[in-house]
Every structure is written in C-alpha cells, then in structure tokens.
C-alpha cells in the first residue's frame, strides 16, 4: 500500500470488458521509495488534489469480484492533508 496524491485522469477508448464503467486517475507517490507515477482505478470517487491509498498487486485485484486485470486500486481517502504524518 502507498500513499499518494491524485494529479490528473486517464481516458481509455478501449479497455477489457471487466474494467467497463471504472475511472482511471494518476498517482503521484508521496514516498521516496515508490515510483514518482502511477495509474489507478478509482474504488471510492476521489477526485484531483485529494490524498489517496493505493493497494498495488494481488490486493488490488482482489477489490473486484470479476479478476479484473488490475495492478493498482485506490481504496481510501485521506481526510485532509494535515492529518498525515511521516
């Protein structure tokens, strides 16, 4: 899991039929040791600016009943940036 904060959003005119309806956002890492980006779907409606967790791996794709294939899922939001301590 890492946590990260949401930059922007990918469109996607094509996709596999298990990821039809789901939001694609890039992460931005907020760890030295993550990598600097990455694309997740959106599990719980954030939006850009807000502070996320991403599960990455197995645990993501376990988010969804389908086995979608899926490497990174955002499954919370961190309630204001003032609450983070590292």
């Known amino acids: 899991m890492l946590i ?6 990918v469109v996607a005119t094509r996709k596999n039929e298990k990821l039809t309806g789901s939001k694609f956002l890039i992460v931005e890492s907020m760890l030295e040791c993550e ?6 779907i ?8 807000e502070i996320v967790l991403v599960t990455i791996g197995s645990a993501a794709r376990a988010c969804f009943e389908n ?3 899926v490497d990174a899922v955002i499954v919370g939001i961190v309630d204001g940036p003032d609450k983070i301590v590292m």
């Open 4 to 9: 990260g904060k949401v930059v922007g959003s």
């Open 35 to 40: 990598p600097k980006k990455l694309v997740a």
């Open 42 to 49: 959106d599990n719980v409606g954030a939006g850009t600016g």
């Open 67 to 69: 086995n979608a294939p």
